[in-house]
């Protein structure tokens, strides 16, 4: 369980977050949707520990992120697993490469490497890349590639940082049809930093909307769909211009 307690962070005169509270139970998929400079982002890379609060705290498992000891950062760490924006591939490696790396850097059998990468690459219906280079991929494709990296070691929480950004309509479905299947399959705590709103209540069991650094909706999908003409979760939708089913 992650638990968010009181946290602001400030960057000189500009306060980003204003006392965030929040609750991410164990095998929860929440989404955290926000305008560009809401703080959505930052809220994230508190929650995993990339950046320090300026008050408050984030718990993970009962570990105190801020002011856990290094070995216990990194044991968390192991069991976290990133899908970036820009799927961070490697361009020199290929896509087996790109996923046997953290394997190999926490020294995995070479025999257990091997399942492994190929087992995340089929469940992200990716098996026959294995010896591509990104440059070889579509956008989408590397998208698939980064959410099979995320998962070969086999994390407890997954977090997704703007995963539909860039892609077409088709494509970006199709990624959040990936999102909602593998949360369904391996039963992990998912993360999602997104502004589209489709995607959220796809894939979401939970929505929450950051604005100007507060929580401004905390419910489900239904919950943030029914909202009144004035809300802020329809003055969201409104504002970002995006079209929801």
Not at 4 to 31: A, M, P, W, Y
Not at 57 to 67: A, L
Not at 206 to 211: A, F
Request: proline share 4%; aromatic share 6%; glycine share 8%.
């Amino acid at each position: 369980m992650i638990e968010v307690r009181d946290l602001h962070k400030s960057f000189g005169d500009n306060q980003v977050l204003r006392g965030i509270d929040l609750n991410i139970e164990d095998g929860e998929t929440l989404t955290i949707l926000g305008r560009s400079g809401s703080g959505k982002t930052v809220l994230l890379k508190n929650i995993v520990g990339l950046m320090k609060p300026d008050k408050g705290w984030v718990s993970i498992d009962g570990v105190n992120i801020s002011s856990a000891s290094r070995r216990q950062k990194f044991a968390l760490r192991r069991q976290m697993g990133f899908v970036f924006q820009s799927a961070a591939l490697f361009d020199s490696m290929t896509v087996y490469q790109n996923l046997a790396l953290p394997l190999a850097e926490a020294r995995f059998p070479k025999d257990e490497i091997e399942d492994r990468v190929r087992r995340a690459l089929e469940m992200v219906d990716m098996a026959d890349t294995q010896n591509l280079f990104p440059a070889e991929l579509s956008g989408g494709m590397k998208k698939r590639v980064g959410v099979a990296r995320a998962i070969v070691a086999q994390p407890k929480y997954i977090f997704y940082d703007e995963p539909t950004t860039g892609l077409d309509p088709i494509t970006a479905d199709t990624i959040c049809d990936l999102i909602k299947h593998l949360d369904q399959v391996l039963g992990t705590t998912s993360v999602v930093v997104s502004h589209d709103m489709h995607l959220a209540t796809k894939v979401s069991d939970r929505i929450v909307l950051i604005s100007q650094g507060e929580i401004a909706f905390n419910g489900n999908p239904e919950q943030a769909m029914n909202q009144g003409p004035d809300s802020p979760v329809s003055r969201f939708i409104q504002a970002t211009k995006l079209l929801v089913p």
